[in-house]
């Protein structure tokens, strides 16, 4: 079986994936030319997979792939962030007091 045809540009393409921002899965046949102004063409080939008699993407992503990921990547950052905090805040404490000792070699009466 042949891909489907733009009418104005010729041979669709088959794309299909994840989307980063929400996880849920895609598949389309697209026209890949890309036109003047910068846009893509919006020719919207058929429904289904090549070859297949019906779409072969599931009605909904899997849980996995939007909630627990969230959380799981969620959890990471915020320890992450929480380590570099920590990390920051010691060395703020070094240069306290090292800023304490040069204030008061400076200035002893203090």
């Known amino acids: 079986m042949s891909n489907p045809s733009c009418p104005n540009h010729g041979e669709m393409k088959w794309k299909e994936g994840f989307a980063k921002a929400t996880g849920k899965p895609y598949a389309f046949w697209t026209c890949p030319t890309k036109l003047p102004d910068g846009s893509w063409c919006p020719t919207k080939g058929p429904k289904g997979a090549p070859g297949a008699s019906a779409p072969s993407v599931p009605s909904q992503a ?49």
């Not at 320890?79 to 000792?101: F, G, K, M, Y």
Request: without cysteine; proline residues 4%.
């Open 62 to 110: 899997p849980s996995v792939a939007s909630g627990e990921v969230v959380e799981l990547l969620t959890r990471i950052a915020v320890a992450e962030a929480t380590r570099l905090l920590e990390s920051i805040d010691s060395r703020l404490n070094v240069i306290v007091e090292i800023l304490r000792e040069i204030s008061l070699k400076d200035n002893p009466l203090n």
